[in-house]
């Protein structure tokens, strides 16, 4: 994989992709992070996810051959393994390659019908505690264990989540004043996972 990729740099603020793209590449995130997102009519951003180092994502546009959906944004300095379409398509006829990219959209699935879920039958208070849970467990990674610290402003959390910053406020404040977490200039820090779980379990 390593071999058959370009390593690039990105400045935070950069776009590694727009949406309406070409599909170029298949993306391995190196270091860094980047958003995934798209702005509404009235130009508001939705976050829709954040890539961490061990996400590849990218991989829609080169298997269906429709454009980026979505803008990928670096949010820090990063660096980037680029496979381009030919290698890709080599990788795609060995089968253990296809059998990792098909859990991977499995996964991609999974959680895109959780935020549905989410967004539909859950309130904002336990919708903001499954975020936070999910970002700790990396988001599109959605690991086991949950790190204490969730690195992210409290701006872009509320996009993530289509709120305002004033409403995420309060209810973060509520939750710091429970002593399920602390709040630090563009970070979270998780006090008691288990109590930030039970409150995501909350309809």
């Given amino acids: 994989m390593v071999r058959a ?59 269906d051959g429709l454009p980026r959906p979505h803008d990928v944004t670096a949010i820090h300095d990063s660096i980037v393994l680029a496979i381009g379409v030919v290698e890709f398509e080599r990788l795609m006829r060995r089968p253990a390659f296809a059998r990792a990219l098909g859990a991977l959209l499995c996964s991609r699935v999974r959680v895109l019908y959780s935020l549905v879920e989410d967004a539909m039958l859950r309130s904002t208070r336990t919708r903001i505690a499954r975020r936070l849970l999910a970002l700790a467990r990396g988001d599109a990674t959605m690991a086991v264990d949950a790190r204490a610290r969730v690195t992210v402003s409290q701006e872009a959390l509320a996009m993530m989540l289509g709120i305002t910053r004033q409403t ?22 998780i006090l008691s996972v288990p109590e930030l779980d039970k409150r995501g379990a909350l309809a």
Avoid at 12 to 38: C, H, I, N, P
Avoid at 168 to 189: C, H, P, Q
């Fill in 5 to 63: 990729g370009e390593v690039t740099t990105f400045r935070a603020g950069e776009m590694l992709y727009r949406k309406g793209d070409a599909g170029a590449s298949f993306v391995g995130l190196v270091e860094g992070a980047f958003k995934v997102s798209t702005l509404g009519e009235d130009g508001r951003e939705a976050i829709l996810a954040v890539m961490e180092p061990g996400n590849w994502f990218g991989e829609s546009s080169l298997l």
């Fill in 168 to 189: 995420l406020s309060k209810e973060l404040k509520v939750l710091a004043r429970d002593g399920v977490l602390s709040l630090g200039y563009g970070r979270i820090d």
